[in-house]
């Protein structure tokens, strides 16, 4: 069975500093996807950004990066020069690609991440 | 990506009576996925919508408490039946578009009273 494991349910950071947000996995499947999502308080899910597990690269996308790694099954999101509007819920997901996946995602329990000025 | 979007996107509702959410995508896709996020938690596999098949349901989620429709490849339509309280939650769909990006709809917020 897959799944996602978020240990910190609130972190806070001050506004222009980086934070990293932990997410560990656990799966079967030999190939697989992870995601980080951004919820804020208005309820819409944001994608942020994507991993595969054959990438070679950790992922980036902007500020935010994905310190991927494998051995450790760790998938931690690090947003770098944090902003106000970066307080928001984020969640980290799985996707498998084999074992029957139809494709969905596998949702941690979510960080809450609060930027002081 | 994918640009999705859902309707209602909030509703409140008398308990007994039943609402359908509509999903709309501006590209067509094989999968659509409908999620629940009860209060304070995190999201939840309802079922997985085929185009041109019955959708699957996860454990917990019956066909006649949230029947979908898939009528084509750019649209799904999930129905809450005979509210509660209990269902109080936000409703999100989702795709997958590109392959291996996924990407969500704004999501219904449904309050039951």
């Given amino acids: ?117 | 990506s994918a640009v999705i979007s859902q309707k209602p996107s909030r509703d409140i509702c008398q308990r007994g009576t039943s609402l359908t959410i509509q999903c709309q995508v501006d590209s067509q896709v094989t999968m659509m996925f409908w999620y629940r996020q009860q209060p304070g938690q995190s999201l939840t596999l309802i079922a997985t919508a085929n185009q041109g098949s019955e959708a699957t349901y996860e454990s917990g989620f019956v066909i006649d408490k949230f029947p979908i429709s898939r009528p084509n490849l750019t649209f799904s339509t999930l129905t809450v039946s005979n509210m509660s309280p209990e269902d109080s939650s936000i409703y999100l769909c989702s795709v997958e578009y590109p392959a291996e990006e996924q990407y969500f709809g704004p999501g219904t917020r449904l309050t039951v009273t």
């Fill in chain 1, 1 to 117: 069975a897959q799944k996602i494991t978020q240990t910190q349910p609130g972190m806070f950071v001050q506004e222009k500093e980086a934070v990293t947000l932990d997410c560990t996995y656990d799966t079967s499947d030999p190939s697989y996807g992870l995601f980080w999502y951004k919820q804020p308080s208005s309820g819409e899910m944001i994608f942020l950004i994507y991993q595969g597990s054959y990438d070679q690269q950790n992922a980036t996308e902007g500020r935010y990066s994905l310190n991927f790694q494998k051995a450790r099954k760790s998938a931690n999101l690090v947003i770098s020069a944090s902003q106000l509007g970066d307080s928001a819920m984020y969640f980290c997901a799985m996707r498998g690609f084999y074992g029957g996946s139809q494709g969905n995602l596998i949702f941690g329990k979510g960080t809450k991440l609060s930027v002081k000025p």
